[in-house]
């Protein structure tokens, strides 16, 4: 840690820890679904902060909370880097983080920067957290003259897919956001981890748009960055995957990380 007046197992970093990955619930396995083929000798560590579940409606000051202490489990853990797979932490906290701690910490952002190059009209589907913070803002100044972006929040997504996410109810959902928008836009990019779970469904009832996440640019981003510090494993085995989260051990916790396991293996 940077800040040394709170004094936490300072463990900093190696080749052989693992790249721990971070997100709300679910939705950051699609993320490491993508990370582990390019990186595929490293060990992940899958934390998810399911317990505190959604962020994308919390405040800004309540999501940095939340962050403060999840990043200081998982500091103490160690780790030779740290993916924000949430758009949401990382629009409040990725900032404040970077502060903090002496790790590589990447995070994402809606991808609007290659749908701005080929579309004149944008759809962005993100959390209300993300499309309200500052961060979305800077982008949009950044690229939005090139392209007319429309914002559209999606409550309540991220946790219908927690749930399943081939229901006939989330199908129900996007056909009432996206429906209007046919013949009309271009390029829709999603804006939250949880969402490329939708992505196959989404590209099968709606060719008219050409997808959009961050998923790739932040796992080759991630590659570049271990790759400069002489981090990456050159292993011929497999790595591992450890997988954690903010619930206390029991029956609740034993089923979420089954699914996060049917979840990643889905993604195949
Ligand atoms: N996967 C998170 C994101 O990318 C979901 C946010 C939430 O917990 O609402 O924004």
């Known amino acids: 840690m940077k800040n040394m007046s ?83 932490a990382t629009s409040a906290a990725a900032a404040m983080l970077r502060q ?16 701005v190059l080929r579309h004149k009209r944008v759809l962005v589907m993100a959390t209300r957290l993300t499309l309200r913070e500052k961060k979305f803002a800077a982008l949009l100044d950044q690229v939005g003259k090139d392209a007319q972006v429309i914002p559209l929040a999606c409550p309540g997504l991220m946790e219908m897919v927690e749930e399943d996410f081939r229901s006939e109810k989330i199908y129900a959902y996007l056909r009432h956001l996206l429906e209007p928008y046919r013949g009309r836009a271009g390029a829709l990019v999603l804006g939250c981890t949880h969402y490329v779970f939708l992505r196959r469904w989404l590209e099968e009832n709606y060719p008219c748009f050409v997808i959009y996440d ?19 494993r050159q292993a011929e085995t497999p790595g591992n995957i450890l997988w954690d989260c903010s619930l206390p051990p029991g029956e609740e916790r034993r089923s979420f990380l089954d699914k996060c396991r049917r979840d990643l293996a889905a993604l195949a």
Request: charge should be neutral.
């Open 6 to 88: 709170t004094s936490y197992p300072q463990t900093g970093y190696n080749l052989y820890q693992p790249i721990t990955v971070f997100d709300s619930g679910v939705g950051g396995i699609t993320v490491l679904a993508q990370a582990r083929k390019l990186l595929p000798a490293e060990d992940f560590r899958y934390f998810a902060d399911i317990a505190n579940a959604p962020y994308g409606d919390k405040s800004t000051a309540q999501i940095q909370e939340l962050m403060r202490d999840n990043c200081r489990r998982l500091y103490a853990l160690g780790s030779k880097a740290l993916v924000l797979a949430c758009n949401t």
């Open 214 to 232: 961050g998923n790739t640019g932040v796992s080759q981003h991630l590659y570049t960055v271990l790759a400069q510090k002489g981090l990456l």
């Open 100 to 115: 903090d701690y002496d790790l590589p910490i990447l995070g994402l952002e809606p991808a609007l920067k290659p749908a």
